[in-house]
């Protein structure tokens, strides 16, 4: 399975920003999709991701940013909303067919930069 990321970018602060997300492959064995981000310097962290019809956010996104799916296309979205530099980092979707568990699938990432 394989996972392409889209949509990053340089934006202001209080910008906006939307990420896509295209699986290809066994795309219905993605029980899981996700994203998750890495800032420089910083451990990778969660921010986003659909198991079934249930979405979790990163509880300090949540407000600002929006996960969605469209399993007829394939393809996932993270709408970024209100962005500041501190969202600054590599955006990477994951999939998995696990209902929990560490994601076997991950995209190369985009990278977003946020200025002040």
């Known amino acids: 399975e394989h996972m392409v990321e889209s949509g990053g970018g340089f934006v202001q602060a209080g910008g906006s920003l939307r990420l896509s997300c295209a699986a290809s492959g066994r795309t219905f064995l993605l029980y899981r999709i996700g994203w998750f981000r890495q800032a420089p310097g910083k451990e990778r962290e969660f921010v986003a991701s659909i198991t079934g019809g249930s979405i979790s956010y990163e509880l300090s996104l949540k407000g600002r940013f929006t996960m969605s799916r469209d399993d007829a296309k394939n393809t996932a979205h993270l709408q970024m909303n209100n962005l500041k530099p501190e969202d600054t980092a590599v955006y990477y979707c994951?999939?998995?067919?696990?209902?929990?568990?560490?994601?076997?699938?991950w995209g190369q990432g985009t990278q977003v930069t946020v200025s002040s």
């Open positions: 994951v999939g998995d067919p696990k209902s929990d568990g560490p994601y076997d699938y």
